[in-house]
């Protein structure tokens, strides 16, 4: 369960590093930059706790997939960016694939 736990504030260190990133205007801007930087460094580690007892693989799909969810998200509510109906079914499914993964896999550490 710890992993799942470790796997939460990987993606969510990484979508605040990744909306940061814009924000930090190609670096030009200390603490948006800073928050780049300590977001993919906690991300980063975080995932190595996760893979002592989630396969890789699957830790990637949940990491990239939600990941790609939150960050969207993020640039609908805080950057004005617009979705198109195509994007909404591709996140849709994302979202999908993600619950296959997890709720039909052996694979997966339930």
Not at 45 to 52: I, N
Request: aromatic residues 12%; proline residues 3%.
């Amino acid at each position: 369960m710890m992993a799942y736990v470790y796997l939460f504030v990987a993606i969510v260190a990484e979508v605040l590093g990744t909306s940061a990133l814009k924000a930090s205007q190609e670096f030009t801007r200390f603490w948006p930059s800073v928050v780049v930087v300590v977001g993919y460094a906690v991300a980063f580690y975080m995932l190595t706790l996760v893979l002592r007892t989630i396969p890789v693989g699957i830790a990637y799909a949940f990491w990239a997939g939600l990941g790609i969810v939150l960050v969207t998200l993020i640039g609908v509510v805080a950057f004005g960016e617009k979705l198109d109906l195509p994007a909404v079914a591709g996140l849709a499914m994302i979202i999908g694939g993600v619950v296959v993964i997890q709720v039909f896999s052996s694979v997966s550490a339930h």
